[in-house]
């Protein structure tokens, strides 16, 4: 039977520590709270109760950072291991978002662990001509803040819905990290949330033929 796994987005949670909340490596599987920390710049430590699990856990932390190819337990026995991605240096004025905000929150969270280029890596595509960023655009805005001009890159799959957000991206003027605006976060969660709630409910109404 699959578990159920839920990423905790909270940065307070008296389960997690700080720094795995800010890392975005809280999980509850099952309702039992369990942990990935990124060790390094491509391995994690898997923790929690849950072990019959850590696959699937793995499986879905991943989803977020696929960059991250080496598990272990807190023993330091290897859980699993995945084909490392190929990085590459990438200048931020060459990249083109695919979102156009950046939560305040979240990015005051994200500050606290970059410290230089090594620690942001960016999934890409490319797309409409670009170097699309497909995540991380929070770590990007937090490059920008601290003076980082150049980060790391993977080439990954994307979505059919890409350009259409670039194309969004773009007509808000959004054509670098440099543009991206920081709002509040109830702001954010506000104007981004419901344009991606809308966007993919135009998209099933769509395929559905209505």
Request: proline share 6%; with cysteine; charged share 25%.
């Amino acid at each position: 039977m699959e578990p159920e796994i839920e990423r905790v987005n909270s940065y307070k949670d008296s389960r997690f520590s700080p720094v795995i909340l800010r890392q975005h490596g809280a999980f509850l599987v099952n309702g039992v709270p369990c942990q990935v920390e990124i060790a390094g710049p491509q391995e994690a430590v898997v923790c929690g109760e849950a072990r019959e699990f850590y696959p699937q856990l793995i499986e879905d932390f991943r989803f977020y950072a696929e960059h991250i190819c080496r598990f272990f337990d807190k023993e330091g026995a290897l859980l699993a291991e995945f084909p490392a991605v190929n990085r590459f240096p990438v200048k931020l004025q060459d990249l083109q978002p695919s979102q156009f905000f950046v939560d305040q929150e979240k990015l005051a969270a994200v500050e606290t662990f970059i410290t230089g280029s090594k620690d942001i890596v960016i999934p890409v595509v490319e797309s409409c001509g670009r170097l699309v960023s497909l995540d991380g655009h929070t770590r990007l805005a937090a490059a920008v803040k601290q003076g980082i001009d150049m980060v790391f890159a993977f080439f990954t799959g994307g979505g059919d819905y890409v350009e259409n957000f670039v194309e969004e991206a773009r007509n808000r003027g959004v054509f670098s990290p440099y543009d991206l605006p920081i709002i509040p976060h109830s702001e954010y969660e506000v104007k981004w949330n419901r344009f991606c709630d809308e966007f993919f409910a135009n998209c099933r109404q769509e395929e559905a033929g209505e």
